[in-house]
Structure formats: C-alpha cells, structure tokens
Nanobody
C-alpha cells in the first residue's frame, strides 16, 4: 500500500506563493505518475497538474499554466507543486494522487492512491 501526505497549504495573499509537498511512504515511487487535483466548495474535483515517471510527461490545467510548476524528487519520494501568482479562484483543498502507471493524465480514475488534502486559501 502507498500512503500520501500533503503539506504546505495555508492562507496567502493574492499574488503570493506557496509550495505544496506530497510525501509518499510504503513504496518508492520513482516510476509512479503523480498529479495534483483541487476541489473548491460546491465544485467537482479538478485536475491541476501532473507528472509521469521521472518527469516523462507533464500536464497542466489551462487555468494554472505559467503560474504553477510540478516537480519531483524521487530520492525523497516527494512531489512538489510550486504555486506562484496565486488568485482567489485558486482557493481549494488540494489533493495529491498517484498511480503505478508511468504516465500522468487529467482523469481521477487513473489514480489509485490519494492523500487527505491540504487547504489553500487565497484572500486579502
């Protein structure tokens, strides 16, 4: 089994930055695809960004392109989401998800393992 734990969320001003971390335990996941999703109140879960094994492919939602960057440190079993130029509409619970399959995509059903989420609030 794989456990995923997100951290790094919090309250930030519009235009500010946060870095989210997703730490995996139970298995190494250098060959896993990992993605970030988010869910705002009253809305469905939305794909944010994903990376395949060893960064084999990367995807970003149009809403975050140019502002967010996904990266991974396989030696630490950790994936990061650097979020810059944050907007109030980025406010959501952010979830990390992973699959043993090597390529990332934007569909939740592709992912077998999920973290509990971390709250990101962008507000003045």
């Amino acid at each position: 089994q794989v456990q995923l734990v997100e951290s790094g969320g919090g309250l930030v001003l519009p235009g500010g930055s946060l870095r989210l971390s997703c730490a995996a335990s139970g298995r190494t996941f250098s060959t896993f695809a990992v993605a970030w999703f988010r869910q705002a109140p009253g809305k469905e879960r939305e794909f944010v960004a994903g990376t395949g094994w060893s960064g084999s492919n990367t995807l970003y939602a149009d809403s975050v392109k140019g502002r967010f960057t996904i990266s991974r440190d396989n030696a630490k079993n950790t994936v990061y989401l650097q979020m810059n130029s944050l907007k109030p509409e980025d406010t959501a619970v952010y979830y990390c998800a992973a699959t043993q399959r090597g390529l990332t995509n934007s569909f939740p059903r592709h992912y077998d393992y999920w973290g509990q989420g971390t709250q990101v609030t962008v507000s003045s």
